[in-house]
């Protein structure tokens, strides 16, 4: 049995994409409600989306 240690593509499921949000700089995952949209989800909650909207 070979191991494909392959990165990039042919991720494996367990291993899901992750970012680190713009808001409170805390690191999330990939959740099923940002399939669709997942290259533009920039904060890991709506909390932190409204906060960051916010004018400092
Ligand atoms: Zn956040």
């Given at each position: 049995?070979?191991?494909?240690?392959?990165?990039?593509?042919?991720?494996?499921?367990?291993?899901?994409?992750?970012?680190v949000?713009?808001?409170?700089?805390?690191?999330?995952?990939?959740?099923?409600?940002?399939?669709?949209?997942?290259?533009?989800?920039?904060y890991?909650?709506e909390?932190?989306?409204?906060?960051?909207?916010?004018?400092?």
């Open positions: 049995m070979a191991t494909q240690a392959s990165f990039g593509k042919g991720r494996p499921p367990s291993q899901r994409p992750s970012k949000c713009a808001a409170c700089g805390l690191p999330f995952t990939w959740r099923r409600k940002w399939a669709r949209d997942w290259e533009q989800v920039r890991c909650s909390r932190c989306r409204k906060q960051a909207r916010r004018p400092a």
